[in-house]
């Protein structure tokens, strides 16, 4: 009998144990994903993810309130019990409908109408006219989840940012850095223009490479935005009528960057998005007018020189990357590693970065309609729909959807209707 409580005593002892040990490796991996220093502490950013200090997290309590169980009741007579029934129901329908979410965390039922609170936010806003924090605050009624604070660049606090510093390429900056530190010891710029970063409001516009774009004459009104953001090599030169020639950001990697001098333009940033190790060395490279090594390991011809100074040149933070891949399209984690159909296109990557620094949001050229195998693949060659191929690293069908919700909820606004 001894035997047998000393047995039991000892299975009780090692479930707790295993219960203990569970729930500090849980905290341990929820901590990897704050913008947290090794010492608890948070990384605080401005309203449009801009760092400005640190300070301990605070701790929100969320208070569930059910309603109250329903009594039982001694039997009564079935008229008293029906009449009752029939003065409860429309009490039950005219309660708020409990918000039901996708697996990733967006709402299910999408509405074009804003949330009755935003909608008396913004009513006396005129067509035109920026609305201070639209985009972030529809993104969060769709998708709970999301937090704002999130720097556009790299800055030379970078290896304090739990989100990316234990992730490699193109989802973090783990392995990298030497690299990154060389880099910013030489641009010595992690921000955008003074005249930019001084703006109360801001609003923002991801021009993609899509036909679609094509013999629209968009280009006045693609040149209204605060800040106009281009893809890897899309001209603008000779094509101002249907896409501006106002360019703020060009984000690229090596593979896509412009490889003709006279094309970039002067007043723009040069914003590196890492996919690969190789590319923050080719980089380094291009800040320190070095020479570009063929066998470097890139897929393609890359440029060799791009004519802008040290400080325009800004490292896109990887955290738009993961987010996108992970949190809102649901491509496969694969360990945190790239691999097959995980890596989204620089075209969402750019919108996530949007959403986090951005008042306003809006997209054109983006969207493919395979249903048009002759229609333009692209605004600046007579390439054709059709010669689109299955990708290896993308899921367009999932980058689909997720585009699509945020269209349809109005969290950002497609002026060429491609979505």
Not at 116 to 124: D, G, I, T, V
Request: hydrophobic share 40%.
């Amino acid at each position: 009998m001894g035997l047998l409580v000393f047995m039991r005593n000892l299975l009780l002892a090692l479930c707790l144990f295993l219960v203990l040990g569970f729930l500090y490796y849980s905290a341990w991996k929820l901590h990897l994903l704050r913008w947290e220093d090794s010492n608890s502490m948070v990384l605080s950013f401005d309203s449009v993810g801009h760092t400005i200090g640190s300070g301990r997290r605070e701790r929100k309590t969320v208070t569930l309130v059910l309603p109250p169980s329903n009594p039982s009741h001694p039997a009564a007579d079935p008229g008293t019990d029906r009449a009752q029934k029939e003065t409860k129901e429309p009490m039950a329908a005219a309660g708020p409908a409990i918000p039901k979410y996708d697996k990733l965390g967006f709402l299910l039922n999408l509405d074009s109408k804003l949330p009755p609170e935003l909608a008396s936010k913004y009513a006396n806003y005129s067509d035109g006219v920026c609305k201070p924090g639209y985009a972030s605050a529809l993104m969060t009624a769709i998708f709970p989840k999301f937090s704002k604070p999130a720097p556009m660049f790299l800055d030379d606090s970078f290896r304090k940012w739990a989100r990316i510093r234990d992730f490699v390429p193109p989802f973090g900056i783990k392995g990298q850095d030497n690299l990154i530190k060389a880099i910013l010891a030489a641009t010595k710029d992690y921000r955008l223009t003074p005249a930019l970063d001084s703006l109360s409001c801001r609003r923002c516009i991801i021009v993609g490479n899509g036909g679609v774009l094509a013999n629209k004459s968009l280009g006045l009104k693609i040149d209204e935005y605060d800040i106009v953001v281009r893809l890897n090599s899309a001209p603008v030169k000779g094509f101002e009528k249907d896409v501006g020639g106002k360019t703020t950001l060009r984000i690229t990697y090596p593979e896509g960057a412009i490889q003709k001098m006279e094309q970039y333009e002067k007043d723009s940033l040069f914003v590196l998005a890492g996919f690969k190790w190789q590319d923050f060395k080719w980089l380094k490279y291009i800040v320190y007018k070095e020479k570009v090594s063929a066998a470097d390991g890139f897929w393609k011809s890359v440029a060799t020189r791009v004519p802008k100074e040290p400080h325009e040149i800004r490292i896109l933070n990887p955290y738009f990357i993961q987010e996108a891949a992970f949190s809102f399209i649901g491509l496969p984690f694969n360990n945190g590693l790239m691999g097959r159909g995980n890596i989204p296109t620089l075209g969402s990557v750019a919108i996530t970065m949007a959403l986090h620094n951005c008042d306003e949001v809006a997209v054109a050229g983006f969207g493919y309609d395979m249903s048009l195998p002759n229609a333009p693949l692209h605004y600046y060659e007579n390439i054709k729909m059709s010669a689109i191929k299955e990708s290896w690293t993308h899921n367009i069908q999932r980058e689909k959807e997720f585009l699509r919700k945020l269209v349809k909820a109005r969290v950002i606004t497609d002026l060429t209707s491609g979505i």
